[in-house]
């Protein structure tokens, strides 16, 4: 009776069709988000020689059935990878990933900031309040020469430089 259990045991171990087929989807979707990338971010991913050429030769391709087929290649090639590449991977790519919302988050944070100080009369007290490191004359000089160009309705591209300059404090307190 007990022998019958132990095969039980056995045969719940192993995957059902339907759950290594997901596994191979992820893995493939996986080896798309990979040649997403551009070749920087490539070279930081931690990948064999294989999976990297296969990649780049994705990113060289143009046709669409070529494109199919090597991203079928490059999901082959990860599923004989062990866990822990994948795992790496999978990180890397992640990294990647929330650098770039980072990235936006504070690109759209420095926007509103130039935004405020263009119609709002206190923004600058608050910025400066959150920036003491600003030089609040430049400053200043920036935000008159921006609001006469939106008087004007020129575009002399003083708001692009209040951008830059609220964008260069910005980096130099991280």
């Not at 893995?27 to 551009?38: H, M, P, V």
């Amino acid at each position: 009776m007990t022998e019958n259990f132990e095969e039980f045991d056995d045969l719940s171990d192993e995957k059902s069709k339907s759950q290594i087929k997901r596994e191979m989807d992820a893995l493939q979707d996986l080896g798309k988000r990979l040649t997403q990338l551009n070749s920087e971010q490539l070279d930081q991913v931690p990948m064999p020689d294989t999976l990297d050429n296969a990649v780049r030769e994705h990113q060289r391709l143009k046709k669409g059935e070529a494109l199919r087929r090597q991203l079928q290649f490059i999901g082959r090639i990860m599923r004989n990878l062990d866990d822990e590449e994948v795992d790496a991977i999978s990180h890397a790519i992640n990294a990647f990933d929330a650098s770039q919302v980072e990235h936006t988050q504070r690109f759209h944070q420095i926007e509103s900031w130039r935004d405020r100080l263009l119609t709002d009369k206190t923004a600058l007290t608050d910025y400066l309040e959150q920036h003491p490191e600003a030089d609040v004359q430049h400053l200043r000089q920036l935000i008159r020469n921006a609001q006469k160009d939106q008087a004007q309705q020129k575009n002399l591209g003083s708001s692009r430089k209040l951008f830059k300059y609220l964008r260069e404090v910005a980096e130099a307190t991280d």
